[in-house]
């Protein structure tokens, strides 16, 4: 499957977990098969812990995205 390598709003996938794309990396929320708790994933990798809100979850990709490109721009 081809996705656009464009920026993208967070948005619903099939599966009911939410993604974004930003600067080409894939940011993906969603909650945990228990149904407790939430975990966020950036371009295939799970970051660290577990998140009580889906807000949450989502934040923590956006701050370790962003982690990501301060990285590569120096």
């Not at 619903?12 to 975990?39: C, D, I, M």
């Not at 998140?51 to 490109?69: G, K």
């Amino acid at each position: 499957m081809i996705y656009s390598t464009h920026d993208t709003d967070w948005a619903t996938s099939a599966q009911g977990n939410h993604w974004r794309r930003t600067s080409g990396l894939v940011l993906v929320a969603g909650r945990a098969k228990g149904g407790t708790h939430f975990w966020g994933m950036i371009d295939g990798e799970f970051i660290d812990g577990y998140f009580d809100t889906l807000a949450e979850a989502m934040e923590a990709c956006e701050d370790r995205a962003n982690l990501i490109f301060g990285a590569r721009s120096t």
